[in-house]
């Protein structure tokens, strides 16, 4: 591999007349280290005193271009794969304009401060967003406006606070975002009904707790960069469903623990509380077990064999153990005395 770069590496020279060299990269071409033969991606650099051209390859194939051509203050970047064509150019370092395939945005400024965006395609515009700030130079609001179905939406920036909000012109239906102190709200409405309210709060132990909240209020808490800790529903503010993630030190999950309440129209309650424990081993379950009102009514788990054997309890005590195959019921044993097997 190291002797076919290398040659890559000449005849590129030879033909564009520049500078070439060969480093080893990854998979969005960035340099690791002068090339040594053993990295799955590598980056040939061709380079003169107005073009710099970079060739990344993987497996030695070529996968990406990307070619940087400067001069005075403006510089322009092409890059292209298999799928798409990106073009860039900057002024003084500044982005002025990209192309994405066929879709254009223009960026407008004035005294070093983006006051607006125009996305377009084939010279239709598609959208358009305003900026607006400060006597003090902070960013206050954006407005933006599509043309296809004139949706709007304003974001307002007030400090530690953020407000956005998304309209269709003259209807019933928009969307609101709020963030104050932290707390992110984002409210739904149709037709001037409240059809979603969800409030996303970032607690102090870099924990996440993002709650839906309508008459089945759902909460999920994160933690450690975004890591599924517990969900809870609520139903009419009581809690009906809660489901406890564990993990292990490399954040495999190794356990689920699963309470239900069942409502019940003859005491016009939750009296009922079933329990659920799922282990896992290797990504995969290993074992079930379920309780109702803190007693054990059933487990299953999969020999070596990958049969299922499920026990079933009454009062707590085993009366009954199924063998399956699949979904195919091959031996039944209870536990009571003078029965047989099946």
């Given at each position: 591999?190291?002797?076919?770069?290398f040659?890559?590496?000449?005849?590129?020279?030879?033909?564009?007349?520049?500078?070439?060299?060969?480093?080893?990269?990854?998979?969005?071409?960035?340099?690791?280290g002068e090339?040594?033969?053993?990295?799955?991606?590598?980056?040939?650099e061709?380079?003169?005193?107005?073009?710099?051209?970079?060739?990344?390859?993987?497996?030695?194939?070529?996968?990406?271009?990307?070619t940087?051509?400067?001069k005075?203050?403006i510089?322009?970047?092409?890059?292209?794969?298999?799928?798409?064509?990106?073009?860039?150019?900057?002024?003084?370092?500044?982005?002025?304009?990209?192309?994405?395939?066929?879709?254009?945005?223009?960026?407008?400024?004035?005294?070093?401060?983006?006051?607006?965006?125009?996305?377009?395609?084939?010279?239709?515009?598609?959208?358009?967003?305003?900026?607006?700030?400060?006597?003090?130079?902070?960013?206050?609001?954006?407005?933006?406006?599509?043309?296809?179905?004139?949706?709007?939406?304003?974001?307002?920036f007030?400090?530690?606070?953020?407000?956005i909000?998304?309209?269709?012109?003259?209807?019933?239906?928009?969307?609101k975002?709020?963030?104050?102190?932290?707390?992110?709200?984002?409210?739904?409405?149709?037709?001037?009904?409240?059809?979603?309210?969800?409030?996303?709060?970032?607690?102090?132990?870099?924990?996440?707790?993002?709650?839906?909240?309508?008459?089945?209020?759902?909460?999920?808490e994160?933690?450690?960069?975004?890591?599924?800790?517990?969900?809870?529903?609520?139903?009419?503010?009581?809690?009906?469903?809660?489901?406890?993630?564990?993990?292990?030190?490399?954040?495999?999950?190794?356990?689920?623990?699963?309470?239900?309440?069942?409502?019940?129209?003859?005491?016009?309650?939750?009296?009922?509380?079933?329990?659920?424990?799922?282990?896992?081993?290797?990504?995969k379950?290993?074992?079930?077990?379920?309780?109702?009102?803190?007693?054990?009514?059933?487990?299953?788990?999969?020999d070596?064999?990958?049969?299922?054997i499920?026990?079933?309890?009454?009062?707590?005590?085993?009366?009954?153990?199924?063998?399956?195959?699949?979904?195919n019921?091959?031996?039944?044993?209870?536990?009571?005395?003078?029965?047989?097997?099946?």
């Amino acid at each position: 591999m190291k002797k076919k770069a290398f040659l890559i590496s000449i005849y590129l020279l030879c033909c564009f007349n520049l500078f070439a060299t060969t480093y080893n990269s990854n998979s969005i071409g960035q340099k690791i280290g002068e090339y040594d033969g053993k990295s799955e991606f590598y980056l040939v650099e061709e380079a003169n005193t107005t073009t710099i051209k970079q060739s990344l390859y993987k497996n030695n194939q070529l996968i990406q271009t990307k070619t940087i051509n400067e001069k005075n203050d403006i510089k322009t970047i092409t890059i292209e794969d298999s799928s798409s064509k990106t073009y860039q150019v900057f002024n003084n370092d500044i982005l002025i304009s990209e192309m994405v395939n066929n879709i254009k945005t223009v960026y407008n400024y004035e005294k070093n401060k983006l006051i607006s965006k125009i996305i377009s395609e084939s010279n239709n515009i598609l959208e358009v967003d305003k900026y607006f700030y400060l006597s003090n130079g902070k960013l206050s609001s954006i407005l933006k406006v599509k043309n296809d179905s004139e949706i709007y939406s304003i974001i307002n920036f007030n400090d530690d606070n953020l407000s956005i909000s998304y309209s269709t012109l003259n209807s019933k239906d928009y969307k609101k975002s709020q963030i104050t102190e932290g707390i992110i709200n984002s409210i739904e409405y149709k037709d001037d009904k409240l059809v979603n309210n969800i409030e996303v709060e970032k607690t102090t132990d870099e924990s996440l707790i993002l709650t839906k909240q309508d008459k089945n209020s759902i909460k999920k808490e994160y933690y450690n960069k975004g890591v599924l800790d517990k969900v809870e529903t609520y139903y009419n503010d009581e809690l009906i469903k809660s489901i406890k993630y564990y993990y292990n030190n490399d954040y495999l999950l190794i356990k689920t623990v699963l309470e239900e309440k069942d409502y019940s129209e003859l005491t016009k309650s939750y009296d009922k509380i079933t329990q659920t424990i799922t282990d896992y081993e290797n990504s995969k379950i290993s074992k079930v077990q379920v309780y109702e009102n803190n007693k054990l009514v059933s487990s299953y788990y999969f020999d070596r064999n990958n049969y299922k054997i499920e026990d079933l309890y009454q009062n707590g005590t085993l009366y009954c153990t199924i063998t399956y195959d699949g979904d195919n019921i091959i031996d039944i044993q209870y536990r009571n005395e003078g029965s047989d097997g099946i």
